[in-house]
């Protein structure tokens, strides 16, 4: 059974920075693309950014690119999301999420097959 567990949540202010991390365990990690959605009170679920089974491809949203760094390290079976210059907006509940398999849209949430308990992120101004 896949088990992901997001860390590295807080209280921030704004322009401040913070790295979320996600411990996976249960499949073979590197085997699997990797995800970061965000849900904000009263919002959808949203695509926040994405990264290919072996590092060599990212993706984001519009509303995060230039700002937000998806990595991950097999070895350690995690995947991190530094976020930098964070704005009031950004305020959400953080979830990281694995991919059934290796096709499919990066950004569709039906791709995703398991995910994690999310961390709070919130912005001050």
């Known amino acids: 059974q896949v088990q992901l567990v997001e860390t590295g949540g807080g209280l921030v202010q704004a322009g401040g920075s913070l790295r979320l991390s996600c411990a996976a365990s249960?499949?073979?990690?590197?085997?699997?693309?990797m995800g970061w959605f965000r849900q904000a009170p009263g919002k959808e679920r949203e695509f926040v950014a994405a990264i290919s089974w072996s590092g060599g491809a990212t993706y984001y949203a519009d509303s995060v690119k230039g700002r937000f760094t998806i990595s991950r390290d097999n070895a350690k079976a995690t995947v991190y999301l530094q976020m930098n210059n964070l704005k009031r907006e950004d305020t959400a509940v953080y979830y990281c999420a694995q991919k059934r398999q290796h096709s499919g849209s990066y950004y569709a949430r039906p791709e995703y097959g398991y995910w994690g308990q999310g961390t709070q992120v919130t912005v001050s101004s």
């Open positions: 249960g499949r073979t990690f590197s085997n699997y693309p």
